[in-house]
Structure formats: C-alpha cells, structure tokens
C-alpha cells in the first residue's frame, strides 16, 4: 500500500518541502508568533530553492542581515523536527514551543559566533557591556537612527532592573529634522513611558553626548529643534529623581539595535515575543 502524498497534519494539501515548512496552517502561527513572517507569509512561496536564492542573492539579499538568516534556517530546522515528533512518536504540535526551539538554536550561534577566541595576554579596554543600575533603579537605554536623504528616522528604547531583566522595550518610526531631533525624541518616549509606570527612580543612559549635554547645564536646553522637548523633561525630572548619562555605543547597543532594525525595515515587534536576535544582546549584556 502506497503512502498517501497529502500532508499528514492538516489533511488538506501535498505534503510538499513548501507546504511543509510555510503554508501547512500551524506552521504559519510559528512564523508569525517567531517575528520572521514579512520573509514568508507576506510572500507566496512556490519554490523553497527559489526563494532561498532570492534571499541570498536576490532581491531581498540587501535586506537580510546573518541574523535574519540564523533565524530563517532555525525556524525551518525546528518546524521539521516537531513535524517528525508529530508523525513518528505522537507528539502534539505546539507552536509556541517550535518558536522557542528555534530561538534558543539562534542563541547558541550567536553567541558561539560573536565570543571569539580567548585570549591570555592582558589589554587595556574600556568595558562595553551594559552596567546595571542599582536595586531599586531602572535603567533606560534610548537610541534614535537617521536617514537624511529621507528625513526618516526610529527609535528604540529599552527598560532594564538591576538584574538586567526587560521591564519595558518599544520601537518605532517617525519623520525627523536631525539626529539629534530623534535621540530627543526617544528619550522623551523613555520619559513618558516612566512617568506612566511611576518610576520616581530611573537612569536615562544614551550614546549622544550632545543630548546628555543639555540635563548636564540648567542654562542650555540644546538646539532648537529639541529645545522644547529638553525643558518638557527637565519639569518632569524636578520631582523625581531622575539622572541623564552618557555611555559608550558598545554601551547601547540594545537600543541600537532596536531603532536601526526598525529603521531599515520598518520591522516592529510585538513586545510579548522577544526576537532572538534581542534576546541574545540582553543576555550577553548580563553575562561576565
């Protein structure tokens, strides 16, 4: 007896690489729910391999970074095995766990790729971790990207206890003049985002020394295009205990991450699922 073509869990259609992977119907909550579905179910895939080329060499290859690709292939991987799991051993399907699967794959090869060598000779560095606050405080870190030729910009800002755990974490899109402009603009939606959750205690941590300038002298309230926003928040931090610093971009490089991902594509993320790639820079600012 023959074995029937049609796929195996939804009973509806060939059990094609395609079907398999992309259009089987719990396969897309993992794509969704994964943060990776404007590389898939925005797309009508009827060939993997082509796809794939499209993504490596094509037309999309400008817009994928090696993350989006770990991510990608990990996202396969792990949809394959729970699709084994289901046919061989009985195993429900559970999409929130395929996506948990995949992001931990990630993870691993990120921080396999990015720790390098060890080294025993002795340099003088600077520290480029994120520094915790103290208990009891909340740190934000805020980070805003430009582009010019288009007066676009985003932000991103992350909220972090003393332990290093995500409180709070947003990003978005807006039209600016300067850079400046939308570093103000971040820390104002930091500020706002404060107030709102009645932290009297927080530290405000950017990367533009210019901006951090303006809370450093009572008399200076920057620029013009962020002067308003500068004395708005200089009232709010009046009774609060509320301090400005300036960091390194080695520093920042969650906020970073989260303003220039959504700059470049317009990518915004539900803050109940953490990407992996997110993910991973929270824990490595925490490891020692």
């Known amino acids: 007896m023959c074995p029937s073509p049609i796929c195996p869990i939804c009973d509806a259609e060939p059990e094609t690489v395609e079907h398999t992977l992309f259009r089987c119907p719990w396969t897309r909550a993992v794509w969704f729910g994964g943060g990776k579905s404007f590389w898939t179910t925005d797309l009508v895939i009827t060939s993997t391999s082509k796809w794939l080329e499209d993504l490596l060499c094509g037309n999309m290859a400008k817009e994928t970074t090696m993350e989006d690709m770990a991510a990608i292939f990990y996202q396969c991987w792990a949809i394959w095995k729970s699709r084994n799991a289901f046919i061989f051993s009985g195993k429900p399907l559970n999409p929130k766990e395929t996506i948990e699967d995949a992001s931990l794959g990630v993870r691993d090869y990120l921080f396999a790729l990015f720790k390098g060598p060890k080294t025993s000779t002795p340099r003088q560095v600077r520290e480029n971790r994120w520094t ?4 009891s ?3 934000f870190n805020i980070d ?3 582009k010019s030729s288009r007066s676009l910009a985003a932000f991103g800002v992350i909220a972090r206890d003393s332990g290093g755990t995500a409180q709070f974490w947003c990003m978005g899109r807006t039209i600016a003049t300067s850079a400046i402009s939308i570093e103000a603009w971040a ?3 930091a500020c706002s985002v404060a107030m709102e959750l009645d932290i009297s205690e927080a530290i405000f941590e950017s990367d533009c020394l210019e901006l951090i300038n303006c809370f450093k ?3 200076s309230s920057g620029p013009w295009e962020i002067r308003t926003i ?5 009232e709010w931090a009046n009774s609060r205990n509320w301090s400005f610093v300036w960091c390194y971009r080695e520093n920042n490089k969650v906020a970073h991450w989260l303003a220039a991902n959504c700059l470049s594509r317009n990518c915004i993320f539900s803050s109940d699922c953490i990407p992996p790639t997110l993910q991973f820079l929270l824990d490595s600012d925490v490891m020692r």
């Open 230 to 234: 500068v004395e708005d928040i200089k």
């Open 217 to 219: 002298d009572s008399n």
């Open 132 to 135: 915790p606050p103290p208990s």
């Open 144 to 146: 805003g990207a430009f």
């Open 187 to 189: 820390l104002r939606i």
């Open 137 to 139: 405080v909340v740190k």
